[in-house]
């Protein structure tokens, strides 16, 4: 290597030249041909630890559960060819949602009222709370049965939301449509992790029909992420990416009234030196 960058040096290039030259282009030869550490990898990537143990994992998402605030989008037909003794029960169907006593412009369904009940026509309130989609679904067949021959109902949630914050590339409330969402459903559907997102630190908010408010900590990095029992998400939880150390300390420059006017020490100490110079070469 020596005698090539030798031939590559012209003739008159000065001895001190060729010293920082000499011990330059190793470094940097050096600094191209390294690798991230194990340690960078570790906390970069998705499911880098116990990823082979997946293959005699089984994971079985489970109904979720009716919670107060939720909306239920309910259809009644009739396995009959008299579908107009169905009216009366899909009204809400078609306009505003409603539940308990009120509704919410511009969403359609069944609002689960403060004491986890949903009021339809005729039949007043039922109990919805607490049950899964089938559940309720037997309920309502039951209440049905004496105005509707036959009833058959089509239950979903019109609202299953996570809230998404922190180091993500896309914030706010996120819908899904298939009802049962994982941490990786949301995280994927938000476009993924920003590079100073904690991919081992992130925090899961959730709030209890009970009213208890829970918080977990789920680690990407760790392919048993899908063992975990909070794999799932259910409605309304809370997901926050927490910053590492670089956005910290990105944060921390920022806002330091030393680092926000280091721009304007420089400036002044540039123009102290140059008008040092400038008397130097004066008075000489």
Known sequence: MLISLKLL???QTSLKSKLLLFLVAPLMMWMQSCKPSQKTITEYRYFDKNLDSLKNLVVTLKEPVIQPHDLM????????LNQEQT???????GSSAAGGGG???GLQGYLVDYDGTITL????KVMAAGLTKGQLNDTLVKKLDPWVKNPILNIRFANFRVMLMGEINQHGWMTFQNEKATIVDAIGQAGGLTDAGM?????????????????HTIDLNDAMVYASPYFQLQQNDILYVMPNDSRLIQYERSNSPFF?????????I???????????????
């Open 87 to 93: 009216e009366v029960f899909n009204l809400l169907n």
């Open 9 to 11: 040096l012209p003739k």
């Open 73 to 80: 989008g309910i259809t009644v037909s009739s396995a009959t």
């Open 121 to 124: 026509p005729i039949i007043g």
């Open 270 to 284: 540039t123009s102290i030196l140059a008008f040092a110079t400038l008397i130097l070469s004066i008075t000489k």
């Open 103 to 105: 509704g919410a412009a």
């Open 199 to 215: 991919r081992t630190n992130i925090l899961l908010i959730r709030h209890q029909p009970s009213g208890q408010m829970e918080t």
């Open 260 to 268: 926000r006017d280091l721009p304007v020490y420089m400036a002044l």
